[in-house]
């Protein structure tokens, strides 16, 4: 399910069990796949699509989010330069390109928004953000002063860049980075040797990779950030090109919902994740959610459909979590109809009150 399907379920289910109650739904999601939908329909936004270049040069239809009456967009990566665009036969983290993301970043600019939010989660990329930055109109050289390819492994080539192509009017627009990732862009715990392997490199396409991000790292200045590795480096791209910031994905895409307003009056608030462990607690949405509404002093119910290590880690006086096995459905019931049985765990979870222990 969508943050939205789960939202709409969980409102049903208080509806059945509290024909009365006033239920306001926000959707929330933490910078991966999801951020646009999430945002868009918790702040009644607008969707937009354009024409990109997928990883690899083939056509994509890529969506973006306007919000604040069109003064912010929401974009994903995921969308013009995602894993899921390419079959896995064809992955090369060698080749792929965020080119497609540069150009979404300028079609949500040329609407005129003043600042972009973007979540780079579910890339196919390994480039740095250097495919990004072309379709901005920078050119990256190699020592002969001609215009490197497409590609991660091309920027082992990589002698200097002009930037003299980009847009003034990117002074003007701030760029706010979602991402949970701290790796630096290079190294044993870089983009490419944690990353890499999912995206098709084997250990000596590993090694090629990291050589040829390190080179860049070097040229643009950001080989040591904390959080430049994000998406295969397009963090670093983001940063050095556009002078994004990194910022937690959980709390700023909950904060740019408009959660915290939400809040006043409110007797529950109610989230959930499929699988809830230590991680829910410290940066995905759902244990964001129950810090702010602890905070404004509501209690929360938080609704897994399983419950893994570390789950406790959330668990306190005003948030109670409750697994489908405890409210009697069943793992193929659950996954045979998510929806619905989302709908009935809600109606049980509110029927018990327990909630007000």
């Known amino acids: 399910m969508t943050a939205t399907q789960a939202a709409a379920a969980i409102a049903s289910g208080v509806h059945d069990a509290f024909p009365g109650a006033d239920v ?3 959707p929330v999601a933490d910078g991966g796949d999801g951020t646009v939908e999430a945002l868009v329909d918790a702040r009644r936004g607008e969707y937009r699509t354009t024409a990109v270049e997928g990883p690899l040069g083939d056509p994509v239809e890529a969506r973006y989010g306007l919000i604040d009456a069109g003064r912010t967009a929401v974009v994903e990566l995921a969308t013009a330069s995602g894993l899921t665009l390419i079959a896995p036969e064809r992955r090369d983290p060698r080749k792929a390109s965020t080119y497609g993301f540069g150009q979404l970043l300028d079609a949500a600019r040329r609407d005129g928004v003043d600042t972009i939010i973007a979540g780079i989660g579910g890339s196919a990329t390994n480039d ?11 050119r990256l050289l190699d020592a ?7 590609g991660g492994a091309a920027l082992a080539g990589l002698a200097r860049v002009d930037a003299s192509g980009l847009d ?6 701030k760029v706010r980075v979602a991402t949970d990732v701290t790796n630096p862009l290079t190294g044993p715990l870089g983009a490419s040797a944690v990353y890499g392997p999912q995206k098709g490199a084997d ?8 050589r040829a991000l390190k080179r860049f790292g070097e040229v643009v200045g950001v080989d040591d950030l904390p959080g430049a590795g994000a998406a295969g480096g397009t963090g670093a791209g983001l940063v050095a090109f556009l002078g994004a910031t990194l910022e937690r994905g959980a709390p700023l895409i909950v904060e740019a919902t408009g959660f915290d307003d939400a809040l ?6 109610i989230t959930g994740e499929g699988r809830v462990d230590e ?7 759902p244990g964001e959610v129950a810090k702010r509404a602890n905070r404004a002093g509501i209690p929360v119910l938080l609704l897994a459909g399983s419950k893994g290590a570390g789950w406790e880690a959330l668990e306190g006086a005003m948030v109670q979590v409750l697994d489908f096995e405890e409210l009697g459905i069943t793992p193929a019931d659950a996954l045979n109809d998510p929806e619905g049985m989302l709908r009935r765990a809600t109606v049980v979870a509110c029927r018990r009150r327990s909630w007000t222990r």
């Open 144 to 150: 002969a002063g001609n215009d490197l390819p497409r």
């Open 203 to 210: 250990p000596a396409m590993v090694a090629e990779l990291d």
């Open 264 to 269: 006043a009056g409110a007797d529950l608030v």
């Open 279 to 285: 991680q829910t607690a410290y940066g995905k949405a």
């Open 128 to 138: 740095g953000g250097a495919g990004m930055a072309q379709a901005l109109g920078v």
């Open 168 to 173: 003034p009017g990117w002074r003007a627009v």
């Open 24 to 26: 306001v739904q926000i």
